[in-house]
């Protein structure tokens, strides 16, 4: 099949959704078909990955509205960054601009088998929604892919208008594919029918794992972002800044003001990093003792950095907003992890057979002409 991908970014920026675009691309194309992946390029050499990998790279175009490309550049647009501080909310800016460039990537675009179109942000499927209501039979397939919800997203609550444009999409596409069961509430239930959960996917293939002997010190790590009140580490750190005994926080974040004010208090027990490739991050963080994973108030999303938790195979501990758990952390600081998280079948995150799961949608549905 000719399967196209559109996504804001893939490799090599690091994200969730960027590595879901590109692990899928990746897998479709090593299982035969012929794949094109679109995203904000920005200025770097594809050409070596499209040897490696037999997918066809193409670019969204370059942001005028500031959006960041795959080298993390965007434009500093001051009139623009106005928008997007006071209006960007209302208007959905600056990921509006993404409408009307995956409705041009389209148009480049004939005998489209599969349309894999990934989101956040949901503007892209927006874009598709507005090709394929224009040109009929195109795009034989599509699925809208969604990693967090639009409408029902605790983290972020939009105005009441764009309802009836997330209706318009969910009405066209064949499926909408989601991470989580839990993630079906977050949607409307006209379209409860058409959810299918797919979870996140990475290669096991290259995945190197540290010789774990337990550290001298309890050596703790988190990997991902924090929200203030949803997904909030603040309870945990005041807690960390009275204890006596020693131990070590190893935080790789982008989220550096919510760690950064308790680094006086904290001093070298503290360690803030910057995100690092996936399979560099895996390897870290099979050296530590155990793992955090600070838990969404909402229970429509995950964190997809579970799946790097799993595959390092160390401990994990939940930690709620309110950090009830100072008991089973006690036990964790020495070294018993008797009531752990436990991340089930972690083979349903390979990317093997999730990309094999995108594959049987469309063998199980009798085929539609959009």
Known sequence: MKIVIIARNCFPKLGPRSHRATELAKELARQGHEVVLYALLGNYNYMSFEKETKVKVKNLGISKFGISDNTEFSKRNYFYRAIRKFLGKYLEFPNIELVSMVKNALECENNIDYLITIASPHTI??????????????????????????????????????KNVEKKWGKLCNYITVPIKEAKKAYYPEFSGKIKVIPQGFSFRDIRLFDYTPNTIPTFAYSGIVYDGLRDPTEFLKYLSTLKSDFRFIVYTKSVS????????????????DYIPREELIYELSKMDFLINFKNKSGVQQPSKLIDYATSKRPILDIDTSFDQKDIFHEYLDANYSRG??????????????????????????????
């Open 258 to 273: 919510a760690f950064n004010q308790f680094k006086h208090r904290l001093g070298n027990k503290l360690e803030i990093r």
């Open 341 to 370: 998280k436990v991340v089930h079948n972690i083979e349903r995150f390979n990317i093997e057979n999730v990309a094999r799961s995108f594959i049987i949608l469309k063998e199980e549905y009798s085929e539609t002409v959009l």
């Open 125 to 162: 499927h927006w874009g598709a929604s507005g090709f394929i209501k224009k040109n009929k039979g195109k795009v034989k397939f599509w699925v809208a892919d969604c990693g967090d919800p639009f409408m029902k997203n605790p983290f972020h609550p939009h105005p009441f208008y764009f």
